[in-house]
């Protein structure tokens, strides 16, 4: 089943995903990553929105790349490396 129709983000020039997209993403075997993609100081602050819409969607720590600690993301990319035989 795909999540109804998304629509535009708060901030027409952003790319957050949709909430309601985040599920099925993870169906799809993706790993999220909340990240501000500021090109300013001042767009750090947009962080938020990524993190509303993380948190609407029930996005655990272990599903969102940002909070993996330095160890766990070493071994998630081991964990790639591995599977693509690299």
Do not use: C
């Amino acid at each position: 089943m795909s999540p109804a129709k998304p629509t535009p983000s708060v901030l027409a020039r952003r790319l957050d995903m949709d909430w309601r997209w985040i599920t099925y993403a993870l169906e799809q075997g993706a790993l999220i990553s909340i990240d501000p993609d500021a090109h300013s100081i001042n767009g750090y602050k947009d962080i938020k929105y990524g993190t509303l819409a993380a948190q609407k969607a029930g996005l655990t720590p272990k599903q969102n790349l940002s909070s993996f600690t330095r160890e766990e993301f070493r071994t998630y990319l081991k964990e790639i490396k591995t599977s693509k035989g690299i």
